[in-house]
């Protein structure tokens, strides 16, 4: 009979055991998913788009110059750009956002596209291929409570679409004309022509 009483207190623990797990197993799974969601949404992200395995082309050298020689221009004028170099991820959605134009990269095309009161100024540049796949493109902004209050909106969407992919960018300040570069939700300012170009290689 003790025995019967001990296995019978036992099959109780195991049983409340289970019970206890039963409710706190579904919060800990949905706890993970909310704490590690920027991780698992880029993790996706890589797997959807098929290519993550990929290497993804290098900005050659002509590309890059004109690249580095628009944005000094657009920084002595003091004229906004974003510039957002696609990688492995492919930027797609993002695309389809803007105006397509699959156009020879070059640094007067840059310049035109970002001269004010044209019809393309505003929005994003994406270079897919080193060349100008689209124009316009609207970027999604980041999330994250910690960025300064001091960066606009053209600041916040280029950390916010390198939140999501592996993809670049380089950024203009319309009010102060400093160059940034974000890359991995992380972006660096104050940049010349020299520290640029060794960031973008």
């Known amino acids: 009979e003790p025995h019967a009483m001990k296995r019978g207190q036992r099959c109780l623990r195991l049983a409340t055991l289970r019970w206890v797990l039963n409710l706190l197993v579904p919060g800990l799974v949905i706890g993970m998913a909310i704490i590690f969601q920027p991780e698992l949404r880029r993790i996706f992200t890589h797997l959807g788009q098929g290519n993550w395995l990929r290497l993804h082309p290098r900005v050659r050298t002509r590309h890059l110059e004109a690249v580095l020689n628009a944005a000094e221009i657009l920084s002595a004028k003091r004229c906004g750009a974003l510039i957002v170099f696609s990688r492995n991820i492919g930027l797609n959605t993002i695309v389809e956002t803007g105006t397509r134009l699959n156009a020879e990269l070059s640094s007067s095309l840059l310049l035109n596209l970002f001269a004010p009161n044209t019809p393309l100024h505003d929005g994003a540049v994406i270079i897919s291929n080193n060349r100008v796949a689209a124009a316009c493109c609207f970027l999604p902004l980041t999330q994250n409570p910690l960025i300064s209050r001091e960066l606009g909106t053209r600041h916040r969407a280029a950390i916010g679409v390198t939140e999501d992919s592996d993809a670049f960018v380089v950024v203009v300040s319309e009010e102060t004309g400093v160059i ?18 060794s960031l973008i290689q």
């Open 180 to 197: 940034s570069f974000a890359k991995e939700g992380r972006l660096k300012r104050n940049l010349d022509g020299p520290k640029l170009r």
